[in-house]
């Protein structure tokens, strides 16, 4: 297992936990006390903190596209796992432009798989994949998304200085 996959399931169990007493508790706690608890030498603790912040940070946003984009399923009737597991792909695809789209939606399958029922892992495809041809039909483009440049081919033919140019 990654080291970014095991913070996501900590990051997972952490927002069920927080998700299944309503939103209550200091999610912060929730995930320090699982870091230290499930991973004490982690050294991606950071990225499984940002991640947790940044859903929380953008819960009603990642929620209201979820109802969206998921409109037979209620919010309140995913389960608990798929509702957060959804949570982490739709803030991966919507928010963070440092993780790739195809890296958000299979992280986000291999957690429903490993976590959720028995269809969750389709369920969960189905709704992030429906987020990301939207992306894709509104014009966003990650910046993780976009083909590197070959280096090479960037060495081989440098664009001539601006004093050449006619």
Same mark, same amino acid.
């Not at 095991?6 to 900590?10: S, T």
């Not at 927002?15 to 706690?29: I, V």
């Not at 958000?104 to 028995?118: R, V, W």
């Not at 081919?153 to 001539?160: G, I, L, Q, R, V």
């Given at each position: 297992m990654s080291n970014r996959h095991?913070?996501?399931? =900590?990051v997972l169990q952490s927002?069920?936990?927080?998700?299944?007493?309503?939103?209550?508790?200091?999610?912060?706690? =929730?995930?320090?006390?699982?870091?230290?608890?499930?991973?004490?030498?982690?050294d991606e603790k950071d990225f499984a903190k940002h991640l947790a912040d940044g859903i929380r940070s953008k819960k009603e946003q990642i929620d209201a596209t979820i109802s969206t984009f998921a409109?037979?399923?209620p919010l309140p009737k995913?389960?608990?796992?798929?509702?957060?597991?959804?949570?982490?792909?739709?803030?991966?695809l919507i928010f963070d432009a440092n993780i790739p789209s195809k890296v958000? =939606?299979?992280?986000?399958?291999?957690?429903?798989?490993?976590?959720?029922?028995?269809s969750s892992g389709k369920f969960v495809?189905?709704?992030l994949g429906a987020v990301y041809r939207n992306q894709i039909a509104q014009?966003?483009?990650k910046e993780a998304d976009k083909p590197k440049e070959d280096k090479k081919?960037?060495?081989?033919?440098?664009?001539?200085p601006e004093s050449e140019k006619a």
């Open positions: 095991l913070a996501r399931a =900590i927002l069920y936990e927080w998700d299944f007493h309503d939103c209550a508790q200091d999610p912060d706690g =929730i995930v320090d006390r699982n870091l230290e608890e499930f991973a004490p030498e982690f409109p037979d399923w995913i389960t608990l796992v798929d509702r957060n597991v959804l949570r982490i792909g739709t803030y991966e958000a =939606i299979n992280e986000a399958i291999e957690l429903a798989k490993t976590f959720g029922g028995e495809n189905g709704v014009g966003v483009e081919t960037a060495e081989k033919s440098p664009e001539a």
